[in-house]
């Protein structure tokens, strides 16, 4: 099957992504919706998540992306892999952040992952980046105990923007004071690959949710 083609960027302030989505029922997703969940923030076409899913069969794996081409092509993948530990969701997740994290099975969302996000570089266009305030008190209340957030970007100044929100806020710890020099998941990203082929750095950190936040 050939790539389906679609806009890089979209604006996720823009009205047509501001409308609710229907969420499943995650017992009819999952044969065992009881996993721990890892989500993955702006999936793209989900080839991270097809690799990670039959590796480690233990969790389950939702991605989230805004564009709905992109989502149907990844769920049509899904079922030529028969995974049924995986899925993908159209969602604007700093819409629909507390409507989503609140429809999960109680506790298991163990691990999020916000990987090469749009860095939108001008300043005016800032508010339309993905780790906003908002999405980071979400995370803080619907994280399991002991979850992790793993961020990556290749653009250092997103990358500082994602380490400080996170920082920012009492529930998150992160696992160092540096930047991770290598990536703590067993898959790597296309874009991750294709940023190393080019020499150049990936900035990542990984960050744990406190018991006592």
Known sequence: MSPVRVRQHVNPLSRKYQQPVHLPDWSDIYQ???????????????RFLCELAPKQPDWNFLGLEIRQPLVDEANQWRDRAHLSNLHYVYCNIN??????????????????????????????????????????????RFLAPDGEIFLQSDVEEVAIEMRDRFSEHPAFAATRDNWLPDNPLPVATEREIATYNKGEPVYRCLFSRSHQS
């Open 32 to 46: 065992n919706p009881q996993q721990p969940l890892h989500l993955d923030i702006g999936c793209a076409r989900g």
């Open 95 to 140: 819409f629909m952040s507390e409507a989503l994290f609140g429809s999960l099975p109680q506790g298991c969302l163990k691990r999020v992952s916000i990987q090469f996000p749009d860095p939108w570089f001008k300043k005016r266009h800032h508010k339309r980046r993905v780790v906003q305030p908002e999405l980071v008190a979400d995370l803080a």
